[in-house]
């Protein structure tokens, strides 16, 4: 089943860590993970992907604050959120698609499949 599945999401405070988990089962050799968010009245922008040669690719926004990992043998695609912001907050989606990830982390057109969400919430 490749429909992703979304947990993690909470309230924190300002500076504090969240970690998001996606199950997800890959069905191609190759492919593409992502995670997405969308804030209120916001368009929805690209937040990390990993394909299935590891390579991660992250948005300027979080970079060096959010790591994002595939565990292949669990099938679980992660989000580990550090320092976060409080524009950080918004709903996360985990996405698949059956090619390997492009070059923009923004580029969500070929994503074959979606989860419904999490919400991640942050206060000062």
């Known amino acids: 089943q490749v429909q992703p599945v979304e947990s993690g999401g909470g309230s924190v405070q300002s500076g504090g860590s969240l970690r998001l988990s996606c199950a997800v089962s890959v069905t191609t050799k190759r492919y593409c993970l992502g995670w997405f968010r969308q804030a209120p009245g916001k368009e929805r922008e690209g937040v990390a992907t990993i394909d299935d040669i590891g390579t991660p690719r992250y948005a300027e926004s979080v970079k060096g604050r959010f790591t994002v990992a595939h565990d292949d043998a669990k099938n679980t695609l992660s989000l580990q959120m550090n320092s976060l912001k409080i524009e950080d907050t918004a709903m996360y989606f985990c996405?698949?698609?059956?090619?390997?990830?492009?070059?923009?982390?923004?580029?969500?057109?070929?994503?074959?499949?979606w989860g419904q969400g999490t919400q991640v919430a942050v206060s000062s």
């Open positions: 996405a698949a698609a059956r090619r390997r990830c492009g070059l923009y982390v923004s580029t969500d057109y070929y994503f074959d499949y």
